[in-house]
């Protein structure tokens, strides 16, 4: 018999399906028994089914042949017509076709039928290993023809496409193989749920082998990868061109980002894109030295511009956010880097701290901190702001008109910087002890800029308080006034000449007392209670309001008194104070209308009565009285000092006086007087009037009494010029401070000396400094001073040895 085996091809269902089959050999007592038919029990086709057989292995008698079937024999591609269809369906769909080609497919099979085919030599014949060597074969040539596409695609007009149009082209190419590569996967399903499942797993399924392909054959070879880095940057060149507007090519990029991301790919989109931002702005045509802060503010806003606009771009192109962080980062380095942003920040910053600029200094603190470390502005920062503040506290040129603001000037500055930090420089996420040390710095900086001059910004404090005192609240609240008051008190840590600014405010404080000028006791004694926690001395202002108590209590006895002897009613008020709780004051020598004396002398009875040991001092100088002055348009009430109620009591009945019989009529200093009758006559409340005119007073000037004042209120506080801080009293107090610090010195170079017996002169120096710091802050000539006056007193002497060791004299 003639052996037909290699022209059959069996059903395999399963293994071992046709394991027991026997050729059977035809004779007379045993004839073949025909196959019998079952239904159809699976989505095999009508072939498959008919071969189906109802029980175990099955005999088939073939006449005239004698053969054993081998099961694992399978046809070769070109002698199985199953394996040729599916390569031609592969080929008809992936095959690349002009962009432009409206023609449709050429016909192909129906996927029903490539599915049972597939289905057929997969899971029937067990030719997966070679089905998929077909598709990875076909695949791969497919994917050649589309690089070769790639590599000549051409415009319309002929020309190559290159750039971001090239980049179009790429889409459209993946997107046109893709769709496809999922039509053939879903009739090769039983390659991917059969094969590879069960029998490859370590092989890539259908799908991601077509994908695999176009990676390793177009995406990651080096011509293709620099035709897209090209066209990343043309697409860039072309929007920087028009930043208003966006270009046609926007839409392009979520594909092609979608592409790059389904491959693992996306670096080649986003370090190219990254790459392409950087040198851009590295080569920026505005990045050139700026020479002034607003050419240097001009450019900060530009790099803060460019970044947003670059960021925007990244948003709506790159499809990861961390791509956004990077295209920051590139304009910012680009544009700000190599040490640029420092150099920047130094030179607007001044400008910014004095214009009260929170916006751009907030956008500084923010270039800053994303480039480098914050440390470096945070020194550029307090040296800036250091200098606002000696600008402020040492005008060029200076003025007095500048001291007087200078105080105002420094609160608010000191408010800005508050709320510079908090708003602005204090938003860190990552360091939440930021605003802690922005607030350190501007402390640092008050306190270099108040090192720049001394004395006077202390002596500005007490003055700044003591104006504020007499003003009152007005309309702000307690709380507002409170605020008011402590952020004054706020500057009082920055000097080092305190013991300046407590000779001032006490001096003030006891001229609001006595003149009965102050706002109010309760906060008086509230801001007494903060300068005692930094310096005791203040407690003597506890004094003042203890002596002011008992000098109440006492009038309210001396009057009570006087009603119970049925005398007149008493209209002297006395102030009894002890000298040790208050300022020294010239006393003032004036001599007083007898109704005056007399109730003065009432007065001095009923105390020596009480405390007859005690001398009393009259401090006419602090006196003030309240008189009705009767003019033509009508009655006044003025509030007058005492010197001015003993003129103007001169012409109670009309009449005109000289310098000289005014002078000797009240006894009054000479400059003190001048000054007084300067108020009376020449000031903006003229109840007096003087001949010849001028703003001076002088001997022979002749004044009378001005019958046609006229004031619409009724009742007026006039000014006294004697009240005002003059230049002579300044002067005092300035002599007096030295003389304190004087004392201060030397009790202190004593006191050291007494308790360490021996002591080079640089450790005298320092320990000294320690000693009295809390005070006052003397220069090394000081001390120096004084102790060549201790050695001349003989408190202490020269070592014999060396003449810069000083010893202690018992």
């Not at 008698?61 to 399978?74: C, E, H, T, Y």
């Not at 503040?389 to 800005?416: C, H, Q, T, W, Y």
């Amino acid at each position: 018999m003639t052996s037909i085996a290699p022209l059959l091809t069996f059903p395999n269902l399963a293994p071992g399906a046709f394991s027991a089959l026997k050729l059977a050999q035809a004779d007379a007592g045993s004839p073949v028994e025909p196959p019998r038919k079952q239904a159809r029990t699976s989505s095999l086709g009508a072939n498959a089914s008919r071969l189906l057989s109802t029980g175990g292995p099955k005999r088939i008698g073939i006449k005239n042949a004698s053969f054993q079937l081998d099961p694992k024999r399978v046809p070769d591609k070109s002698d199985d017509p199953d394996r040729r269809l599916l390569c031609s369906a592969l080929q008809t769909l992936l095959r690349p076709r002009s962009l432009t080609d409206p023609s449709p497919l050429p016909p192909i099979p129906s996927y029903r039928t490539l599915a049972l085919t597939c289905e057929k030599l997969v899971a029937i014949q067990r030719a997966g290993e070679e089905v998929y060597s077909d598709v990875q074969g076909e695949l791969g040539r497919m994917v050649r023809l589309v690089a070769t596409e790639l590599g000549e695609e051409r415009h319309g007009n002929g020309t190559r496409a290159t750039g971001v149009e090239w980049l179009a082209e790429l889409v459209q190419r993946w997107e046109i193989f893709d769709k496809n590569l999922g039509i053939v996967r879903s009739f090769l399903l039983h390659v991917d749920q059969t094969y590879v499942l069960h029998q490859a797993p370590d092989k890539l399924p259908v799908r991601e082998l077509g994908r695999q392909i176009f990676k390793d054959k177009i995406l990651l070879h080096s011509d293709f990868q620099a035709k897209i880095q090209g066209g990343i940057a043309d697409f860039l060149t072309q929007e920087r061109a028009s930043p208003e507007a966006k270009t046609e090519h926007r839409a392009l990029f979520k594909p092609l980002s979608h592409i790059l991301l389904t491959l693992d790919l996306y670096d080649l989109l986003l370090r190219p894109y990254l790459s392409s931002t950087t040198l851009y702005y590295i080569a920026f045509p505005d990045r050139v030295p700026h020479a002034t802060p607003e050419e240097a503010l001009a450019y900060l806003e530009l790099a803060d511009a460019k970044v947003t606009e670059e960021v925007h771009r990244a948003q709506e192109v790159l499809q990861l956010g961390g791509g956004t962080d990077g295209v920051r980062r590139a304009v910012e380095e680009g544009m700000l880097g190599s040490g640029l942003m420092s150099e920047l920040s130094k030179l607007v910053l001044p400008k910014l701290l004095e214009e009260r600029a929170l916006v751009q200094l907030k956008l500084v603190h923010a270039l800053t901190g994303r480039l480098s470390s914050l440390a470096s502005l945070r020194v550029q920062f307090t040296a800036a702001l250091g200098a606002r503040v000696a600008g402020i506290i040492s005008p060029n040129p200076p003025s007095g008109e500048a001291d007087e603001r200078m105080i105002g000037d420094l609160l608010a500055l000191r408010k800005f910087a508050d709320k510079l930090t908090r708003e602005a420089f204090g938003e860190e996420p990552e360091d939440p002890t930021a605003e802690r040390v922005w607030r350190n710095c501007v402390l640092d900086a008050f306190e270099k800029g108040f090192a720049g001059r001394v004395k006077k910004p202390a002596e500005m404090i007490a003055k700044y308080i003591d104006q504020a005192m007499r003003k009152g609240q007005r309309s702000a609240s307690d709380e507002e006034f409170n605020r008011l008051l402590n952020e004054a008190l706020g500057l009082y840590r920055f000097t080092k000449d305190r013991d300046v600014f407590r000779e001032y405010y006490i001096r003030a404080l006891a001229k609001r007392l006595l003149l009965q000028k102050s706002a109010s006791d309760d906060f008086e004694l509230n801001v007494l209670k903060i300068l005692i926690d930094h310096d005791k001395f203040f407690e003597k202002g506890h004094g003042m309001f203890s002596d002011l108590a008992l000098s109440r209590d006492m009038m309210g006895e001396w009057k009570n008194l006087r009603a119970d002897r049925g005398d007149d009613e008493e209209t002297l008020t006395v102030m009894v104070l002890q000298h040790s709780n208050w300022p020294t004051y010239s006393l003032g020598q004036v001599i007083l209308p007898k109704q005056m004396e007399y109730s003065l002398s009432s007065f001095v009875r009923f105390y020596k009565s009480k405390h007859a040991q005690r001398k009393l001092d009259w401090g006419h100088s602090l006196g003030t009285v309240t008189l009705t002055g009767r003019f033509d348009a009508g009655a006044k009430e003025l509030s007058v000092s005492l010197y001015q109620a003993v003129v103007l009591l001169l012409f109670e009945d009309g009449g005109s006086m000289n310098f000289q019989d005014i002078k000797e009529a009240t006894g009054i200093e000479d400059k003190e007087l001048r000054r007084t009758l300067q108020s009376l006559a020449l000031g903006r409340k003229r109840v007096l009037t003087k001949v010849p005119h001028g703003k001076d007073v002088d001997d022979g000037d002749v004044f009378e009494y001005n019958a046609k004042f006229t004031d619409k209120n009724r009742r007026l506080h006039i000014n006294s010029i004697q009240q005002a801080e003059t230049a002579e009293e300044s002067k005092q107090i300035e002599e007096h401070i030295e003389e304190d610090r004087t004392h201060a010195l030397d009790a202190a170079i004593v006191r050291i000396m007494k308790a360490r017996k021996r002591l080079g002169n640089n450790k005298l120096t320092e320990e000294v400094i320690i000693a009295v710091r809390a005070h006052f802050v003397p220069q090394p000539a000081q001390i120096k001073k004084q102790i060549e006056s201790l050695i001349e007193r003989e408190y202490i002497t020269r070592s014999d040895g060396d003449r810069n060791t000083f010893e202690y004299v018992a």
